[in-house]
């Protein structure tokens, strides 16, 4: 097979851990196999494609593990999912508008339905992700529910939440394909422990969340096993200085890696930077908690949005904000071929222009797929 290698130059790279100023990065394929200052490289060989890209940095691809996708298979008043060729053309709609914002890896999640429409519609999900749609590439499924604390619902509507159910959530499990990455569920209730048990040997974190559980409920299901919070802040009580919650618990506890979105629409400034001061780096990864049947009309932006906001914040140094978008999430949900800049690791790049932050072009396994150039 003919090789095809590629070397972008440009202004700096954050892979994420390192800034190098200058910067190449070589590809051949799908793959990098060098990074680093632009000197190092030789421009003699003919196969070489060479992309000088100015006023421009490059990162690892954003990776984003909540992006709810329930609209791909259901209308609003319907348990029955579309036709299928509809539900691909929303997948594709969705996978490339995501790319346009510089993700190249997304969990797509599902919110709680009634029982038969969310077994359905996760073996739906489990066949689609299967496919390449031309733009970000959907690595897993989150099921955001249904096993979920129902005095906390936020989205969720009451009459489909469910106690924890340990049929239930083998059905769901098993239409899953062993495609489900994430679980997210309420600590206190009863048989979380079984829960937790079961999510961990079928290779699927359990998340807490939607839950008002205690801080000794909280410590057991993390002692189990459950060391990730979805969405912190939203959906668990206040901060309570006279008594531990959960809240100060999964922010306290080193072994709980937290998402948090990153944009400020839903955390002030210094929540933000509370998180960042109190969480190992390694454990707080960046979300956009979008749900994007309609590009004009979100409930909060994509995840670029997100790496502007932390990118600049005053307490924060560029690599570590990086990390939150690119490596952090990678590690966590196990997608070991991504989330860096380095030898052997797919070539999922998103570049950026250096005056503003905004989506340059993202290129997925070596393929670019949104450039913005094109859309002028």
């Known amino acids: 097979m003919a090789k095809n290698r590629i070397l972008f130059l440009v202004d700096y790279c954050l892979t994420p851990h390192v800034k190098t100023e200058d910067a190449g990065i070589l590809c051949e394929n799908d793959r990098i196999i060098a990074i680093g200052g632009a ?16 006023d421009v940095y490059a990162m690892p691809g954003l990776i984003d593990c909540h992006v709810h996708a329930d609209y ?6 319907s348990s029955t999912p579309l036709m299928a060729e509809e539900e691909v053309k929303r997948m594709t709609g969705l996978c490339r508008y995501l790319a346009a914002h510089g993700v190249t890896a997304f969990v797509p999640t599902l ?4 029982k038969e429409e969310f077994i359905r519609n996760t073996a739906h999900l489990a066949e689609m992700i299967r496919k390449d749609f031309g733009g970000a590439v959907p690595v897993g499924i989150h099921l955001d529910g249904p096993f979920i604390n129902p005095e906390i619902l936020s989205t969720h509507p009451a009459e489909y939440v469910s106690e924890i159910d340990m049929g239930y959530l083998k059905e769901l499990v098993e239409a899953g394909a062993g495609r489900i990455k994430l679980l997210s569920f309420a600590p206190e209730l009863k048989n979380s422990d079984l829960l937790i048990e079961y999510l961990l040997e079928n290779g699927i974190i359990p998340s807490i969340g939607h839950s008002l559980a205690n801080e000794e409920q909280t410590l057991l299901a993390i002692e189990q096993g459950a060391r990730r919070a979805t969405d912190m802040y939203n959906a668990i009580p206040a901060f309570n200085y006279r008594e531990s919650n959960i809240t100060d618990t999964l922010l306290t506890d080193d072994r709980v890696t937290v998402e948090i979105i990153a944009d400020g629409s839903v955390l002030s400034r210094r929540a933000i930077d509370i998180t960042m001061r109190v969480k190992p780096q390694k454990n707080v990864v960046a979300i956009s908690d979008t749900y994007c049947n309609d590009p004009a009309h979100l409930d909060f932006p994509a995840l670029d949005s997100g790496w502007r906001n932390l990118k600049n914040h005053h307490a924060l140094k560029e690599t570590d904000a990086a ?8 590690e966590n949900i196990g997608l070991v071929s991504r989330g860096e800049l380095s030898p052997g690791k797919y070539a999922d790049i998103v570049f950026f222009h250096t005056s503003d932050d905004t989506v340059h072009s993202t290129y997925v396994a070596g393929v670019n797929v949104f450039s913005s150039m094109e859309q002028k």
């Open 39 to 54: 000197s190092a490289f030789s421009f003699s060989d003919e196969r070489l494609q060479i992309v000088k890209l100015n």
């Open 72 to 77: 791909l298979f259901s209308e609003t008043d």
């Open 111 to 114: 919110r709680t339905v009634g």
């Open 323 to 330: 990390c939150c978008f690119t490596s952090n999430p990678a």
